[in-house]
């Protein structure tokens, strides 16, 4: 998804997945694969040192910023499986400008009271130690705003944090476009947040799609909707 939509073209980014047997592993690409190219085997384990290995046992390079950043999310988050963070063409600026999203329309509602804000100078994560204050602001939310830098997004499985990054990606656009928008109460937030992402809630499970349950996580159903979009054919 990352690829069809161009993201991370650079090198900027990272999805990482626990590992479902050594819980305090996780799965990343390897260094220099790009999102449009990814093959199964270009995924490593890395270990809580830091150290990766591939499917064949043998070293391997990875982006050391992602494990800085994304492993102590995984250490502080026992309920995330999946982290996903890159660069994009909206979450970027409107991370320049160290502000949350307001509710001034219905998508901007599912992230209201739901996303933090890490309001620190530190774009280039150096260490661990800039991870773990990243997950401190992360806290318990779905997401947090990493200031001058971008977004990032946590979900029960790579589907699930992907989805809810797609749509935080087009949450930042609105909020960028139109910077007079007039916020909804608190109230009137909650209630439209609360319908939206009900867990048993059909209406958001793509026509013709039996690949997953309405009950399944919703971030999970964004990424089902946004693979009709953008990648014809592929199952989700």
Known sequence: MFGALRWGELGDGHITCRDPVQS????LL???????????????????????VDQQGRPATINTTAYYIHWPIHEARPDVTAVAH???????????????????????????ENHSLFDDEEVQV????????????L????????????????GAGPADAVGWFVLMERVAEVQMKARAGVPISAEAA?????????????????????????????????????????LPGEIA
Do not use: Y
């Open 139 to 154: 806290g318990e939310m779905r997401s947090v705003i990493l200031a001058n830098h971008g977004l990032l997004t946590v």
């Open 24 to 27: 305090d592993h996780m799965w």
């Open 86 to 112: 890159t660069h994009t063409p909206w979450g970027t600026p409107f991370a320049a400008e160290r502000r949350m999203i307001e509710p001034i329309s219905q998508e901007s509602t599912i992230f209201f």
């Open 30 to 52: 390897r260094w220099g694969v790009s999102f449009e190219r990814v093959r199964p085997d270009d995924l490593v384990l890395v270990a809580p040192d830091g150290s990766a």
């Open 126 to 137: 150096l260490s661990t130690d800039g991870g773990k204050r990243i997950a401190a602001a």
């Open 190 to 230: 909650r209630v439209a947040r609360d319908r939206l992402t009900f867990a048993d809630d059909a209406d958001f499970v793509p026509a013709g799609d039996s690949s997953g349950p309405a009950s399944e996580p919703f971030g999970a159903r964004l990424f089902r909707w946004a693979t009709q979009r953008h």
